[in-house]
């Protein structure tokens, strides 16, 4: 039983793949090298790949940049600083557009190739309310889509289903989880913005909400940051 | 009033642009570069964006080969000299899998860079009945998921079209609209599998679809062929 898994090197899709392991699915990890700033995200998500035993894990290149659009891939300035309001007072500018609908066809592209039915993804929808592509509503028209657009489609057989066991959840939740399966958060990444040796800013929006989570969990987040 | 156009340098997709333009739209290119063998595609399609007037054209890379499948982006051989029957029995080997949802959510994250609200994709569900990314009700299913993928879709303003004006039509009807539109099909290109030059093969299936086609039309194709 094969499932792709959209692998980041983050706190959500780690414990995304230690979810996929435990119901026994045989793993397929999918990362994007798309221009982001920081390149150990990418470091990250192969050492994850490799410690949870995935069967193959690629990493696809693509560049979001080219359009423009997003404060992730242009020189547009990560916000820093800001409270719980002020980031879910509007669509972020790190948002990048059709991110996740683009994520999503080449998991659809890997798993139709490698005969998988199943594709997790660990978005969610509590503390990126503000991101189109994170919403459940998004994700339903995905798999039916996905369902049209393969070999098994059209021949009725078509039966992918497109997980998404973090999209309820709190980040304080979703360590938890993540903790109760054993994951090592010392290996994971979030900052948007990190400095050199890859020490996370601990003032963008993606450090904040990792430790208000790790605050409200009542444990220890093992990563460095510059701030506190 | 912008218009994202997938532009692959084909008979098609030309048409399509020349459709777009009539319409009064703006016109906003886009190929790809997915290491299909021939990067002849590829000159075609800026030399047509240009003549039309686009006023952007963006090539974006991708690399399709990297998970495999297909005979057009892996060493299985493409196949050559089949009859009609032949080519509807089964999904063509030169199907790219996902390649059309991939395509698309390029296209949707282009046009939401640049605020076009409607996408142009000149595919056919007559002569390629066999590609599952081609039918009616896969495209449809791509236009529901884009209105929900956006920022606009979250802000419920989203209305963003999927046109495929192409989608019912035989290559000869095809082939006589571009003409009523001034289409000089000697700068598009169709074949899997040229030979040095640029020179069509005349045996792959896409070269005998369009050779039937300009017969059917009752005109000469102005391109040429190595078997003609």
């Known amino acids: 039983m094969k499932a792709v898994v ?3 090197g ?7 793949l230690a979810l996929a392991k435990r119901e026994g699915f045989d793993l397929f990890a999918l990362t994007f090298d798309y221009g982001q700033r920081h390149r150990i995200e990418l470091d990250k998500a192969q050492y994850i ?5 995935a069967s193959d894990h690629q990493i696809v290149k693509i560049d979001l940049r080219q ?16 409270d719980e309001q002020e980031m879910a007072s509007e669509i972020p500018v790190t948002y990048v557009p ?3 609908t683009i994520f999503l066809s080449f998991c659809l592209a890997y798993a139709e190739v490698k005969g998988a ?51 309820q959840l709190t980040k304080a939740e979703i360590i938890q989880k993540g903790l109760e399966l054993g994951v090592d958060f010392g290996m994971t990444h979030s900052c948007y913005n990190p ?3 890859g020490i996370s800013c601990g003032v963008c929006d993606s450090c904040q909400l990792r430790l208000k989570g790790f605050q409200q969990a009542g444990v220890d987040d093992p990563i460095k940051y510059k701030i506190p």
Chains 1, 2 share one sequence.
């Not at 983050?10 to 995304?16: A, I, N, Q, V």
């Not at 790949?49 to 035993?53: L, M």
């Not at 359009?67 to 800001?82: E, N, W, Y």
């Open 98 to 100: 059709a991110r996740n």
């Open 6 to 8: 959209l692998l980041s």
């Open 117 to 167: 039915n199943d594709i997790f993804i660990g978005v969610n929808a509590v503390d990126y309310s503000g991101y189109p592509d994170c919403r459940p509503e998004f994700i339903r028209a995905f798999e039916t889509l996905a369902n049209l657009a393969t070999k098994a489609g059209v021949e009725g057989k078509s039966r992918l289903k497109i997980h998404t066991p973090l999209i």
């Open 67 to 82: 359009f423009g659009g997003s404060a992730l891939t242009d020189s547009i300035d990560v916000p820093t600083h800001r």
């Open 49 to 53: 790949a490799k410690h949870f035993g």
């Open 195 to 197: 400095i050199e040796g």
């Open 10 to 16: 983050g706190l959500d899709s780690t414990t995304t």
